[in-house]
C-alpha cells in the first residue's frame, strides 16, 4: 500500500468533516485508519462534532488515541435530560439556550493546551454559523475552546458564543458538509466522513430528540446540496457509514458503534482508492458506491 500511497503526497488534501451528535465516534476510527496508512491531510474542515474530532486530529496528527478514549469516556452521560421542569425552569433563567455548555466545555479544556487555532500542526478550519448575518463563518485562528463550543452550539439547546463581536452558532446549520471552504483553501482533493440522517425508522423521544432529528434532516439536504455544487470541482470522495447513535444526545451506545465503525472503515477506504492508487470520487455508503460526483 506504500507505493501506491506515494500518488497522495504531491497534492493537497483536505479531510471535511460533518456534525451528528453522538455519532461523532463513528468518525474516529476513520481517522485512525487513515493515520495506519500514513495518509494525512494538508488540512482539516470540521463542523459541529467534526469540529471536536477534526480539532483533536489538528493538533494530533500522528497520535489520536486519546481521541476515542475521550468518546468512550462518555458512555454513562447524557447531553441533555427530559425533565420539563428543568428544561422550563432553564428556559426562564437562562433565556437563549435550554441547557448549558459548561459540561462540554470542562470537558474540552482538559484536552487543550495551547487555545489557539493557528497552534495545530494541520491547518484547522472550525465552520459556525453567524446569527447576524446568516451565513456561514470559518475561523482559521484565534481561540480553539470557543471556536468548537460555538460549532457545537445546536440553537435552542446550547447558547451561541460570542466570536468576533459576533454570536455564532452550530456550523451544521449552514453548512452540513463544507467542501466549499476545503476548495477555496486550496485542496486538490477531498475526502469526508459525512454523518448525516439516513433514512430509517424513527420514534420521538420528546421534543430535545425531535428537535435534534428535525435539524439533521434540513442539514442533510443541504449537505446533498453541497456535494452536487462543489463535489465535481476537486476529486471528492464521501464515506457515510450509516452507524447511528440510538439518541443525538446519548453516547450509551458509543462503545458498540466504535466497533462497527472500525470494522467498516478499513472496508470503505479501500472501496474509494482506486487500482492506480488513486482515490476513486464518489459517494459511498457502507462498502457499496451510491453516486458518482
Not at 459576533?166 to 482533493?189: N, P
Not at 430509517?200 to 435534534?212: K, N, Q, T
Amino acid at each position: 500500500m506504500t507505493a501506491q500511497l506515494s500518488t497522495f503526497e504531491e497534492r493537497r488534501l483536505a479531510l471535511v468533516l460533518s456534525g451528528g451528535g453522538a455519532s461523532g465516534i463513528v468518525q474516529v476510527p476513520f481517522i485512525e485508519e487513515l493515520i495506519r496508512r500514513d495518509i494525512h491531510p494538508d488540512l482539516i474542515v470540521g463542523a459541529s462534532v467534526g469540529a471536536v474530532n477534526g480539532a483533536f486530529l489538528a493538533f494530533h496528527p500522528h497520535n489520536i488515541k486519546g481521541l476515542a478514549e475521550l468518546w468512550i469516556e462518555l458512555r454513562d452521560t447524557r447531553l441533555w435530560h427530559r425533565n420539563i421542569l428543568r428544561i422550563t425552569r432553564n428556559l426562564l433563567t437562562r433565556g437563549t439556550s435550554v441547557y448549558s455548555n459548561r459540561f462540554l466545555r470542562d470537558l474540552f479544556k482538559q484536552h487543550v493546551t495551547i487555545d489557539e487555532i493557528t497552534a495545530s500542526e494541520i491547518p484547522l478550519y472550525i465552520v459556525t454559523t453567524s446569527l447576524s448575518s446568516g451565513s456561514k463563518r470559518i475561523f482559521s485562528r484565534g481561540q480553539l475552546l470557543a471556536a468548537v463550543m460555538a460549532s457545537i452550539a445546536l440553537p435552542g439547546l446550547f447558547p451561541p458564543v460570542r466570536l468576533d463581536g459576533d454570536w455564532c452558532v452550530d456550523g451544521g446549520l449552514s453548512s452540513g458538509l463544507d467542501l466549499e471552504t476545503a476548495i477555496l483553501q486550496g485542496a486538490t482533493h477531498t475526502i469526508a466522513v459525512d454523518l448525516g440522517v439516513q433514512p430509517s425508522p424513527y420514534e420521538p423521544r420528546g421534543l430535545v430528540d425531535l428537535l435534534a432529528r428535525s435539524m439533521e434532516i434540513a442539514v442533510q439536504e443541504r449537505t446533498k446540496a453541497e456535494i452536487d455544487q462543489f463535489g465535481s470541482i476537486v476529486p471528492t470522495v464521501v464515506w457515510r457509514p450509516g452507524l447511528r447513535a440510538e439518541s443525538f444526545g446519548s453516547f450509551h451506545d458509543v462503545r458498540e458503534l466504535y466497533a462497527a465503525a472500525k470494522e467498516l472503515a478499513p472496508v470503505m477506504i479501500d472501496q474509494a482508492i482506486g487500482p492506480n492508487g488513486d482515490w476513486a470520487p464518489g459517494v459511498y455508503e457502507g462498502v457499496v458506491p451510491l453516486a458518482k460526483v
